[in-house]
């Protein structure tokens, strides 16, 4: 299932970023002949909330985010498994609230309208809750790869030696 997960992950990132470039070339290219596009930049800008949940989401489950380990490094595996099993759940309990609390924030947004697109601004709001989520399944799922592979030394956020390929290679066919 991760596999699946991060190819899914993968494609609508690329997606996200392709449409986004389109969207900000042709408002500039219209914009240059005098004929702005106003709701495409709103449309860039509602789809760059996602791509960057998404993109965090990635990084998470490949364990790409930056972390400094100096001073964790010298301890033994099984402590290091244990402080980043609490920060996980550290970092759980605060992604749920923030689900909770951007869920609030889309409900009071449903009637208001994003910019000039004419789209309800809850398309937006929504990002956070859904990013949370996506992000802390991530989490689980590298907390459970860690546990359950406490003999080859993976860590849930730390890239080790038993963790240096990416879930989905870009161009490779499958």
Same mark, same amino acid.
């Given at each position: 299932?991760?596999?699946? @997960?991060?190819?899914? =992950? !993968?494609?609508? %990132?690329?997606?996200?970023?392709?449409?986004?470039?389109?969207?900000?070339?042709?408002?500039?290219?219209?914009?240059?002949?005098? &004929?702005?596009?106003?709701?495409?930049?709103?449309?860039?800008?509602?789809?760059?909330?996602?791509?960057?949940?998404?993109? /965090?989401? *990635?990084?998470?489950?490949? *364990? %790409? &985010?930056?972390?400094?380990?100096?001073?964790?490094?010298?301890?033994? &595996?099984?402590?290091?498994?244990?402080? =980043?099993? +609490? @920060?996980?759940?550290?970092?759980?309990?605060?992604?749920?609230?923030? +689900? !909770?609390? $951007? !869920?609030?924030?889309?409900?009071?947004?449903?009637?208001?309208?994003?910019?000039?697109?004419? @789209?309800? !601004?809850?398309?937006?709001?929504?990002?956070?809750?859904?990013?949370?989520?996506?992000?802390?399944?991530?989490?689980? $799922?590298?907390?459970?790869?860690?546990? *359950?592979?406490?003999? #080859?030394?993976?860590?849930?956020?730390?890239?080790?030696?038993?963790? #240096?390929?990416?879930?989905? &290679? /870009?161009?490779? /066919?499958?």
């Amino acid at each position: 299932m991760p596999g699946f @997960l991060a190819k899914i =992950e !993968y494609v609508a %990132g690329a997606t996200l970023l392709a449409v986004i470039t389109f969207l900000v070339f042709i408002a500039a290219t219209m914009r240059f002949f005098g &004929h702005p596009l106003i709701w495409s930049v709103d449309l860039a800008q509602l789809l760059f909330i996602w791509l960057c949940f998404i993109g /965090a989401t *990635r990084a998470m489950r490949e *364990r %790409g &985010h930056l972390g400094v380990d100096f001073l964790v490094r010298p301890f033994p &595996h099984r402590y290091r498994l244990a402080l =980043e099993t +609490a @920060l996980a759940a550290l970092f759980l309990a605060f992604l749920m609230l923030l +689900a !909770y609390e $951007g !869920y609030k924030l889309t409900m009071l947004n449903k009637e208001r309208q994003f910019g000039d697109s004419g @789209l309800s !601004y809850a398309w937006v709001t929504i990002a956070v809750p859904a990013g949370c989520v996506m992000l802390s399944i991530s989490i689980l $799922g590298n907390l459970w790869q860690a546990w *359950r592979n406490v003999k #080859d030394g993976t860590l849930v956020f730390t890239r080790t030696a038993a963790y #240096d390929e990416p879930v989905v &290679h /870009a161009g490779a /066919a499958e």
